[in-house]
């Protein structure tokens, strides 16, 4: 069986300071970080009370380091939280899992935490920020004659999925805190600075769901993965406008995501204001219309029907081959007789595709 790593303080909010004790049942010594990575055997030695004070004024670590071609170092004071990472060792050789907690100290950041649900994310800085490992940087992959498209945030798939901690804050209480999986989502978001993180909740990090009520606008309380989106299409103008557009067309007659402002810090550091949203795939869409998740393609626009990409270009899930003979069908068919435009009623939502073009 293996020990634990027990903190004097739980994770929260806090006007004044705080004096961190650790302890281990055992007596096994207790190594410890406060920047977010993972300890081992040649991490701080806990001997003495941790003490934690507002972080604000702290180095920073990670927010000076480029994420784009677009990128700018910040600017102002940059607010900071306290992270505390620990685990027991025994000759070296750990002796528990992982332990993490967030502490936010300050009038600043109280007042944050009470307006803004907050993401608390400690992650091992190479899996963000390292060049040939990093998903949230250029790195290896950044092509100088393709530099909108390329990049490490631009690479996909398991390979580039990272593990991470998360804890979750809604109105200035922790509410829950898990292990996660983390990939880099998105199109063209993907070369901007802040970008859109996808989570992922993994059995094997330690649950297979996300259980809260992230938004007001569904009953849903489970969660197989979320996204963390940030505002590219309108940052430095609405930074809401892609959230209240889905908000007023949410009666209409086709899918929207549903969405919540909330503030996100990687270790320790202000990340920025993000949405909480959906996340679209197959089975979103067995659970909210009870579709096997094996019959749904989820495709971009022009999958399979371009002549200028691969036919394969834009299969999400599933594949394009209903999609793509559809539109060679309206491409070729003379759709002013009755036959064939009731045709194409039996292949597409008339209905929805209306409304969906009128909200565009």
């Known amino acids: 069986d293996q020990s634990i790593v027990a903190f004097s303080v739980p994770s929260g909010v806090f006007e004044n300071d705080i004096e961190l004790e650790l302890f281990n ?7 410890y970080t406060l920047d977010g990575s993972l300890p081992n055997d040649e991490s701080a030695l806990y001997n003495d009370a941790i003490s934690l004070a507002d972080a604000t004024d702290s180095e920073i670590l990670i927010s000076n380091i480029s994420t784009s071609q677009q990128w700018s170092s910040p600017t102002g004071e940059l607010l900071q939280i306290n992270t505390v990472r620990a685990q027991a060792f025994l000759a070296g050789i750990p002796t528990s899992q992982v332990f993490t907690k967030s502490y936010a100290i300050g009038e600043d950041l109280m ?9 608390s994310m400690q992650s091992n800085p190479d899996s963000l920020f390292d060049d040939e490992y ?13 530099s909108i498209w390329s990049g490490n945030y631009f690479m996909r798939g398991s390979e580039w999925e990272r593990d ?18 983390v990939r880099i989502h998105g199109g063209k978001t993907r070369g901007a600075p802040q970008k859109t993180f996808r989570f992922y909740a993994r059995n094997d990090l330690g649950a297979g769901e996300f259980n809260h009520k992230f938004f007001e606008t569904k009953e849903k309380t489970v969660f197989d993965k979320l996204l963390l989106r940030c505002h590219l299409g309108c940052w430095n103008k609405t930074v809401i406008k892609d959230e209240v557009t889905a908000y007023v067309a949410k009666d209409l007659n ?4 549903h969405s919540r402002p909330a503030v996100l810090f990687i270790n320790g550091e202000y990340w920025g204001v993000f949405s909480i949203r959906d996340f ?27 002549d200028d990409v691969d036919p394969d270009w ?7 081959l209903h999609y793509a003979a559809l ?21 597409m939502d008339f209905s929805s595709m209306i409304d969906y073009y009128s909200t565009q």
Do not use: C
Not at 290 to 304: A, P
Not at 314 to 320: A, H, L
């Open 314 to 320: 834009g299969v999400f899930e599933g594949d394009n």
């Open 280 to 306: 679209y795939d197959a089975q979103y869409i067995e659970e909210e219309y009870g579709f096997e998740k094996d019959s749904v393609d989820v495709l971009n626009n022009g999958s399979g029907y371009r």
């Open 111 to 119: 007042e944050l935490f009470d307006t803004y649900p907050v993401f």
């Open 25 to 31: 049942p055992f007596g096994h010594e207790i190594r």
């Open 164 to 181: 991470v901690h998360i804890e979750y804050f809604e109105n200035a209480q922790h509410a829950w805190s898990q292990s996660i999986g």
């Open 134 to 146: 990093g998903i949230h940087v250029p790195g290896v992959n950044f092509d100088p004659t393709n």
């Open 254 to 257: 086709f899918e929207t995501q």
């Open 327 to 347: 539109m060679d069908f309206l491409e070729n068919a003379d759709m002013t007789l009755p036959e064939n435009y009731a045709y194409a009623s039996t292949q």
